[in-house]
């Protein structure tokens, strides 16, 4: 099978924009789990989806947002950006039911 | 919440030797506790997973313990080889998507 797959892989915004990023987990997975890596806070979960309906949340702000389509490919969403959202976003596959989760390069987020 | 403490941050042994990592957990009801590998510039891969019924699980050169009752988990590799030069995560969850992670181990192999 495929694996998790994420785009865009790079991408420098400016302060105040917004972005979205996508996830395409691998195939017959029904669980997406996003996670932001950053040197100082290490991994931190932010949201995950399951079947489109958001699941489990962490302590993100609401300026982070998600959501999953019906062939479970999910987009995550930033507005007004700001420069600590400089981050590496990683997405996570299951199949919903384990919880075992595979996760894709990530896409790395510059904000300047 | 859960809270996942990992050390050493750091730790540096000779290729051939066993390396050891340990994380403790706080959330009793965490019932599953993953090891990512993350070389520099990778996506974290999972090398090795348990869950809270099994005291130990072994997979090749890897290994990973689970203390319910100290509620800490540990990481054993031996035979290093260079390739395990890696950062190693753990992490914990109760039974849910959610993983709660350690700070990570940067382990380094000298040849």
């Known amino acids: 099978k495929a694996g998790v797959t994420q785009t865009p892989r790079y991408l420098i915004k400016t302060r105040g924009q917004q972005v979205t990023l996508s996830c395409s987990p691998i195939?017959?997975?029904?669980?997406v789990s996003w996670y932001q890596q950053t040197p100082g806070q290490g991994l931190q979960f932010l949201f995950e989806y399951f079947s489109e309906t958001q699941r489990n949340k962490g302590n993100f702000p609401g300026r982070f947002s998600g959501r999953q389509f019906s062939n479970s490919r999910s987009e995550m969403n930033v507005s007004t950006l700001e420069l600590g959202d400089s981050a590496l976003y990683l997405c996570?596959?299951?199949?919903?039911?384990?919880?075992?989760?595979?996760f894709g390069p990530g896409t790395r987020l510059l904000v300047l | 919440g859960e809270n996942v403490e990992q050390h050493p941050s750091t730790l540096s042994v000779q290729e051939g030797d066993s390396a050891v990592i340990k994380c403790t957990y706080s959330?009793?009801?965490?019932?599953?506790f993953p090891w990512y590998k993350q070389e520099l510039g990778k996506r974290p891969q999972l090398i090795i997973d348990?869950?809270?019924?099994?005291g130990e699980k072994k997979d090749q050169r890897i290994a990973v313990t689970l203390n319910k009752t100290a509620k800490h988990f540990s990481l054993h590799i031996t035979e290093t080889q260079p390739e395990d030069s890696a950062v190693y995560f753990c992490a914990a969850s109760k039974g849910a998507q959610k993983l709660v992670f350690g700070q990570g181990t940067r382990l380094t192999i000298n040849p």
């Open positions: 195939s017959g997975h029904r669980s």
């Open positions: 996570a596959s299951s199949s919903g039911t384990v919880e075992t989760q595979y």
């Open positions: 959330d009793s009801a965490s019932n599953y």
């Open positions: 348990i869950r809270s019924n099994v």
